[in-house]
């Protein structure tokens, strides 16, 4: 569904509330690149941060693609057993490396409200800035 049209309260409360999402972006080779990610919305921004887990590189795929190609989907789904309970969101947008300013500052803020660990232990990296144009789901 585009943003033209209204995002309901429910699925806006479940991607608000899931811990974790997939970041999907492109390589310069046109490859996917997916990976793990903690999250915060804050109206029809997403914010993610580079957070101090050990990390193979300190120059980040998901990075170096969204400075080459800002085209981001980012899928926030939901399993249990009794697959009557089965959804996920899928959202679209156009990402932005923060790294400094006052924007990065606010994403670090809303990051450590939704996740303790961030509070313990600030991210020290980039952000990533996700500006959403779209939102697709599907539920059982």
């Known amino acids: 569904m585009a943003l033209g049209h209204s995002v309901?309260?429910?699925?806006?409360?479940?991607?608000?509330?899931?811990?974790v999402a997939r970041l999907g972006t492109?390589?310069?080779?046109?490859?996917?690149?997916?990976?793990?990610i903690?999250?915060?919305?804050?109206?029809e921004m997403l914010y993610t941060a580079v957070d101090r887990?050990?990390?193979r590189s300190?120059?980040?795929?998901?990075?170096e693609n969204v400075r080459q190609n800002r085209r981001?989907?980012?899928?926030?789904?939901?399993?249990e057993e009794d697959w009557s309970a089965l959804w996920w969101v899928r959202l679209r947008g156009r990402g932005r490396v923060l790294d400094h300013g006052d924007e990065r500052e606010r994403a670090l803020a809303l990051l450590a409200e939704k996740y303790p660990h961030y509070r313990a232990e600030p991210p020290p990296g980039?952000?990533?800035?996700?500006?959403?144009?779209g939102w697709s789901r599907w539920h059982a």
Do not use: I, N, T
């Open 8 to 19: 309901s309260d429910e699925l806006r409360r479940r991607v608000v509330d899931a811990r």
């Open 26 to 36: 492109v390589g310069s080779d046109g490859r996917p690149h997916v990976v793990p």
């Open 38 to 43: 903690c999250f915060a919305l804050a109206g």
């Open 53 to 55: 887990k050990p990390k």
């Open 58 to 63: 300190p120059r980040l795929k998901r990075l």
């Open 72 to 79: 981001v989907e980012v899928l926030v789904d939901h399993y």
């Open 126 to 133: 980039p952000v990533l800035a996700v500006e959403l144009d």
